[in-house]
């Protein structure tokens, strides 16, 4: 089977920097993907990893492991618009079936 | 460019009914995916269109159906409504059938009474 694991809440400060992990067990791997998603909002996307190591894309960036099946997201320079779920995303299989973990939601304080 | 597009936005049906939702991809996009939010749970996989064909479907009954247009397209069809298929229904296209970002449509949160 497949199985995704995020923490449920993560808490932080603004301008701080916040690290979000997700570990994976799954029947194949394509690559993994990151969204942001706002209450009540559509996932949009956020970063795409396919090969071990650091992606990094202005105030975000992605890692990943593939034989520890470990991700992370990392948020730097954290602003009160980037309270949000953040879901992680395994791509399996042919035509890449993603398969969702519940979701960290982030709340960004003052 | 036009995003993925959603209709209706909003919907509520009573148990028992039968429910359409429509789906424009991104221009260029084949393939066509659904996925189910349920409150508090995470995404959950549909269906997978490519190309006018079923090419892959998630753990759901029968009753959830769907097909893809020659213009790429999308309905999803279910059928028998029952309280726990309320949920944010969400449409996402891709490039084509391989390892394509998938972007995400406003979705349609559908209520069952």
């Known amino acids: 089977g497949q199985n995704i694991d995020q923490p449920t809440e993560m808490t932080a400060t603004e301008g701080a920097i916040v690290q979000i992990n997700c570990t994976y067990q799954?029947?194949?791997?394509?690559?993994l993907f990151w969204y942001q998603q706002h209450a009540g909002e559509a996932p949009t996307f956020l970063s795409y990893n396919v090969l071990d190591g650091l992606e990094e894309k202005g105030r975000f960036s992605s890692f990943l492991s593939r034989s520890k099946g470990y991700s992370y997201l990392l948020l730097k320079e954290l602003q009160m618009k980037d309270s949000a779920s953040y879901l992680c995303a395994v791509s399996t299989g042919g035509g890449n079936k993603l398969t969702f973990g519940t979701g960290t939601q982030l709340k960004v304080e003052l | 460019e036009a995003g993925v597009t959603q209709s209706p936005t909003h919907l509520i049906k009573t148990r028992g009914q039968q429910v359409t939702l429509r789906c424009s991809p991104i221009s260029g996009h084949t393939s066509v995916y659904w996925y189910q939010q349920a409150l508090g749970l995470g995404l959950q996989f549909l269906l997978w269109y490519d190309e006018g064909e079923e090419r892959n479907r998630g753990n759901f009954p029968p009753r959830f159906s769907g097909r893809q247009f020659p213009n790429y397209s999308s309905e999803l069809n279910v059928n028998a409504l029952e309280l726990e298929d309320s949920a944010l229904y969400l449409c996402a296209s891709s490039l084509d059938r391989g390892r394509e970002t998938q972007y995400f449509g406003p979705g349609t949160r559908l209520l069952v009474l």
């Open positions: 799954t029947s194949g791997f394509n690559g």
